[in-house]
């Protein structure tokens, strides 16, 4: 059989394959070409979901009438011109496949008027690279593409569209992934002669929020919280939610490397990690995240749709995502979070203003007095809860003082009342009660110790640092060639993991030494994690992981159990360690250890005000 030149119309319908998947393609790729010109205001218009209509309006540099054919032809683009900027890659779109592409399976028009033209010009493409003379047209400054009736030369194809409903639902995503990646632009969205969506432009942090609570909504803002971190040339900045709000499936994560959305491993690897101390099972952590490097350091065409990126660095990308992600994570103590705000309206018409109408209090602000609060002396020292605790004497000073004495007046007017307030009383054996400015709060006994205790545990297990024994029988293992050379180029990492192992061949491996604690364990499966996560990524945090696993078992054996009745001293002591453990707001299996009722929501329960 003779080998033949494809003709161009073929060409780029293969393209298209690649390219154009659906309406939600067409409208991602044309979104991209405008943010690239520039755009500061971009508006998208839709029939049938897309199908029968797609329309880009923008502001943006806009296209010279001489260049309005070459942007119809394949692999021309006006973005990169040598390999040097494509190693360094900074706009979204770079292969020049999209518009002809896009031309080849639909009825494509071009309207464009550059920003030193007198006039626009207009081109229809047909998916053959024919010289085409642009024909003179009224329009802005900017550029218009109209793609009409997808697929309508190849019946196969569109066949495999969905509903109209489902396709809207596709484009939605990508304009929600596109709003987040670039909050200075404004975004307008119709579909059949009906405003969906309007987001003006955001600069400013809490317009930006705005942003995130439209897309989003408002419980993602209410329970995330904004970190900003530079290390090592990366900048890292965006929302990450609490732990305590989570999901049933992964579709509130979303990260942006240089204002480009990826799905990546090695994110993904990173951010489980962060979260998986403090985690429910079989949840998902919700973000919005950017990552910000030098273009050279990451690879864009790594991927034919650029789902995917190749960082050069990756395992310093990945142990920046992890420490900032777990010392953020670390930090969100019980308490920290404050109390919701009743959204406008919620207030019941009947209340006063004054007290109830409780707003969001930054951690270490005043808060009103806690005389009142105690409805009894609570100074007594924590003999019992330290036998039971191990905290000693520290906690008999953090007790508060009886009210009414020159003390408690004092304290009261120099500190406020703590996060979490005092303890009033214990429910059923399993919770504590307690006041604080906010409200009522109540607290998992069981579950907060259990934490407190894992944190102690942790925290002694880095003092003293991770202890090896040698095995008595030395375990060989069978491994790749790659597993093999990990653990030639890991010994230092292996080491500080309590691990001694060694290539004893091209592909096998002896473990000689293990943490003395994990000593009994399965040896086998945990070298194996070990050397996959070596390959996969550079490090491990399986020795840890298994380490953290078995020291939260000893602290759910070694908490205090539903029943054990504790005295107000007890519960004060437990309620201020918990201010000031890391992670203290979820118990060591991802369960909350803690909830707040405001008072506008014990109104709401009784009816007050109606």
């Known amino acids: 059989m003779r080998i033949r030149r494809l003709p161009a119309e073929l060409i780029n319908q293969i393209a298209a394959g690649e390219v154009v998947e659906r309406p939600a393609s067409v409208v991602k790729e044309l979104l991209e070409n405008s943010l690239d010109a ?216 979303h990260f942006f490397v240089n204002a480009r959305m990826v799905r990546d491993r090695l994110v993904s690897h990173a951010v489980r990690q962060a979260y998986q101390d403090v985690l429910f099972h079989g949840r998902h952590p919700a973000f919005v995240l950017y990552l910000e490097l030098d273009p050279a350091l990451v690879d864009a ?91 000693g004497e520290v906690w008999a000073a953090s007790a508060p003082p009886a009210r009414g004495t020159p003390r408690a007046e004092a304290a009261a007017a120099e500190t406020g009342m703590p996060p979490l307030g005092f303890a009033l009383a214990q429910l059923a054996g399993i919770y504590i009660l307690a006041e604080n400015a906010h409200g009522l709060i109540l607290v998992d006994m069981h579950a907060a110790h259990e934490r407190l205790t894992y944190e102690r545990l942790k925290v002694a297990l880095e003092r003293d640092g991770i202890r090896s024994q040698p095995l008595l029988v030395p375990v060989t293992l069978a491994v790749s060639a790659s597993e093999a050379a990990a653990v030639e180029e890991g010994q230092e990492a292996l080491a500080g993991l309590g691990l001694e192992l060694a290539a004893i061949g091209p592909q096998r491996v002896i473990v000689r030494r293990v943490p003395a604690l994990l000593a009994g364990g399965d040896i086998e499966a945990l070298a194996r994690a070990v050397l996959a996560e070596l390959v996969e990524h550079g490090s491990s945090r399986g020795v840890i992981d298994a380490l953290n696993e078995l020291l939260a078992t000893m602290a759910c054996h070694g908490s205090v159990r539903a029943g054990r009745r504790l005295s107000l001293a007890e519960m004060n002591a437990l309620l201020r360690e918990m201010e000031t453990t890391e992670r203290s707001g979820q118990c060591n299996h991802g369960r909350p250890t803690w909830v707040q009722l405001t008072l506008l929501e014990l109104d709401r329960l009784f009816l007050r005000g109606r």
């Open 301 to 391: 065409n790594a991927h034919p749709a650029k789902h995917e990126v190749r960082f050069r660095e990756a395992r310093l990308v990945h142990d920046m995502l992890f420490r900032t992600l777990h010392e953020v994570l670390a930090d969100a103590r019980a308490g920290r979070e404050a109390a919701p705000v009743a959204a406008a309206g919620d207030t019941p018409a009947a209340l006063p203003p004054g007290p109830r109408e409780q707003q969001r209090l930054p951690i270490g602000a005043a808060a009103p007095p806690f005389g009142a609060a105690v409805p009894q002396a609570v100074h007594e020292r924590m003999a019992a809860y330290a036998r039971l605790h191990g905290a």
């Open 38 to 253: 520039g755009s500061a205001r971009i508006e998208l218009e839709l029939e049938q979901g897309g199908i029968r209509l797609i329309r880009i309006r923008d502001d943006g540099c806009g296209i010279a009438r001489d260049d309005l054919s070459a942007a119809l032809a394949s692999h021309s683009t006006s973005k990169i011109a040598s390999f040097d900027d494509l190693v360094r890659v900074a706009s979204l779109g770079f292969r020049g496949e999209a518009l002809p592409s896009i031309a080849s399976v639909s009825r494509l028009s071009l309207a464009s008027r550059s920003r030193d033209a007198a006039g626009g010009w207009a081109l229809e493409g047909d998916g053959r690279e024919l010289p085409r003379e642009p024909a003179p047209a009224a329009h802005p400054v900017g550029t218009t593409v109209e793609v009409r009736d997808l697929f309508y030369n190849i019946p196969a194809r569109r066949k495999f569209l969905k509903s109209e409903r489902t396709e809207f639902g596709h484009v939605l995503e990508v304009v929600h992934r596109i709003a987040l990646s670039r909050f200075d632009v404004e975004l307008r969205l119709v579909h059949n002669a009906k405003p969906v969506l309007r987001l003006p432009s955001a600069e400013a942090r809490p317009a930006r929020e705005a942003r995130l609570a439209e897309l989003l909504g408002a419980e993602f803002v209410a329970h995330s919280l904004f970190i900003d971190h530079e290390a090592a040339g990366l900048r890292l900045w965006g929302w990450v939610g609490l732990p305590t709000y989570n999901r049933a499936q992964a579709d509130q994560q």
